[in-house]
């Protein structure tokens, strides 16, 4: 038989709390080691997130934290394209592409140039037999319009009509600069080239808050024999 330990003094057991001499390894109680264990690490902030924190054995799911990293990833990164500013123009654009274009027209229309009978009004006035007129080899008309609008597209109609039988009758101008005036006074230009051909012509845009649109008509043809170039209708369209 083995001595009783009756020192009751010393460094209590982890697990029975039974004191325990400083000599002894073992508890004398429960036999629980007495070695002093280190206390876990303590996890950084982002492994108390779930589904970080989740403890696993085996590997068991390292596969579903996987995909819901990929996924947090995937959304952050689309969220910063989407704000970026060729993010807000493909939104743009695709809303574009699934409304229906409504037309839309301006309040005032002034032009640096125009012939007696033919103003620079009639190119808005709906009607495609009816034309603004200009004198010389060049001129320019603004279009102005009572609020904002996103403005989708713009229909030009060159020369005197639509109808091919009596467009060759006046001269057309084959190419505008068109500057598009947003409400913050941003100015976008457009150079365009129109087809020398009856029937109008789509020019795709996609800009926001416009309030005014400038053309500048130049490189005429056909002006010859006491003719004058003749732009038949100009029609714009906004997102609904």
């Excluded at 330990?5 to 004191?19: A, F």
């Excluded at 809303?95 to 009004?121: F, I, Q, W, Y």
């Excluded at 084959?174 to 006074?185: N, P, Q, R, W, Y």
């Excluded at 150079?191 to 012509?201: F, N, S, V």
Aim: aromatic residues 6%; contains cysteine; positive net charge.
């Amino acid at each position: 038989p083995v001595t009783a330990d009756e020192d009751t003094s010393g460094v209590p057991c982890p697990v029975c709390r039974t004191p325990n001499p400083a000599y002894r390894r073992f508890c004398r109680k429960c036999a629980a080691p007495l070695a002093a264990v280190a206390a876990p690490e303590r996890l950084p902030w982002w492994r108390t997130v779930w589904p970080f924190r989740r403890r696993t054995r085996g590997g068991s799911g390292r596969l579903a934290r996987l995909l819901v990293i990929l996924a947090v990833v995937l959304a952050l990164g689309v969220a910063g394209f989407l704000l970026l500013p060729a993010g807000r123009n493909l939104i743009e654009d695709t809303r574009d592409k699934l409304g229906t274009p409504k037309a839309v027209s301006p309040s005032r229309v002034t032009a640096t140039a125009e012939l007696p009978g033919h103003p620079a009004r009639l190119s808005t006035d709906g009607l495609a037999n009816r034309y603004w007129a200009i004198p010389g080899k060049a001129a320019s008309v603004t279009y102005t319009f009572a609020k904002p609008f996103r403005l989708v597209d713009v229909l030009v109609t060159n020369g005197p009509s639509r109808n091919a039988e009596d467009y060759g009758s006046q001269a057309r101008a084959l190419h505008l600069d068109m500057d598009v005036t947003s409400e913050d006074g941003k100015v976008r230009r457009k150079e365009i080239d129109l087809t020398d051909k009856a029937g109008p012509q789509t020019i795709i845009l996609g800009i926001s808050k416009v309030t005014t649109i400038r053309l500048a008509l130049s490189s005429p043809v056909g002006l010859s024999g006491g003719r004058h170039i003749a732009l038949a209708e100009v029609e714009f369209f906004q997102r609904t």
